[in-house]
T-cell receptor, first 111, second 114 residues
Framework: KQEVTQIPAALSVPEGENLVLNCSFTDSAIYNLQWFRQDPGKGLTSLLLIQSSQREQTSGRLNASLDKSSGRSTLYIAASQPGDSATYLCAVRDSSYKLIFGSGTRLLVRP | EAQVTQNPRYLITVTGKKLTVTCSQNMNHEYMSWYRQDPGLGLRQIYYSMNVEVTDKGDVPEGYKVSRKEKRNFPLILESPSPNQTSLYFC?????????????FGDGTRLSIL
């Protein structure tokens, strides 16, 4: 059974720092991996989607990598800003097309 | 504007009183699904639908029903709600699970069952 783990559960950094959020999954037979952002009282916003054949995706200050063989993905946020404060979720779409989520990393960027 | 709309956003009700949470998307998406989000458990899929008149159970379907009579709507029905169904619910849609398209989420419905 696919399990998705995110470490750390919470992270607090000063503004301007570069940071890395980690996601690991137990079964490498995935279709794709998606990173989401969730703000309090809001739904999930898709940030980046990496297909199983890809190694990374970039959007602005965000870069997500995927190492399928080791079951890992990282989300790199450059030059963090207070507006980046949110919960970040990763999810893998498994071979049955089901989307399986991690529990998230709660990020606080201090001014 | 492309969006997934859920209603209501908040609801407090009592055990056993049937309720429906509506979900509507305007992107002509084939695939729709419902999730619940609970502290420490993350998001878990309740039901999903690959297309009109096609629905399947997710990981936690007990106590829920869904229907997909038209492409844009995917209501979640709690026939006899119980306190363990108190949760934050999200509806999501995507073009198709077979395409590498991101899922779009609604803003969520917070249900409290007393």
């Amino acid at each position: 059974k696919q399990e998705v783990t995110q470490i750390p559960a919470a992270l607090s950094v000063p503004e301007g720092e570069n940071l890395v959020l980690n996601c690991s999954f137990t079964d490498s037979a995935i279709y794709n991996l998606q990173w989401f952002r969730q703000d309090p009282g809001k739904g999930l916003t898709s940030l980046l989607l990496i297909q199983s054949s890809q190694r990374e995706q970039t959007s602005g200050r965000l870069n997500a990598s995927l190492d399928k063989s080791s079951g890992r993905s990282t989300l790199y946020i450059a030059a963090s800003q207070p507006g980046d404060s949110a919960t970040y979720l990763c999810a893998v779409r498994d071979s049955s097309y089901k989307l399986i989520f991690g529990s998230g990393t709660r990020l606080l960027v201090r001014p | 504007e492309a969006q997934v709309t859920q209603n209501p956003r908040y609801l407090i009700t009592v055990t056993g009183k049937k309720l429906t949470v509506t979900c509507s998307q305007n992107m002509n998406h084939e695939y729709m699904s419902w999730y619940r989000q609970d502290p420490g458990l993350g998001l878990r899929q309740i039901y999903y639908s690959m297309n009109v008149e096609v629905t399947d159970k997710g990981d936690v379907p007990e106590g829920y029903k869904v229907s997909r009579k038209e492409k844009r709507n995917f209501p979640l029905i709690l026939e006899s709600p119980s306190p363990n169904q108190t949760s934050l619910y999200f509806c999501a849609s995507s073009l198709s699970p077979r395409h590498d398209q991101p899922q779009h989420f609604g803003d969520g419905t917070r249900l409290s069952i007393l």
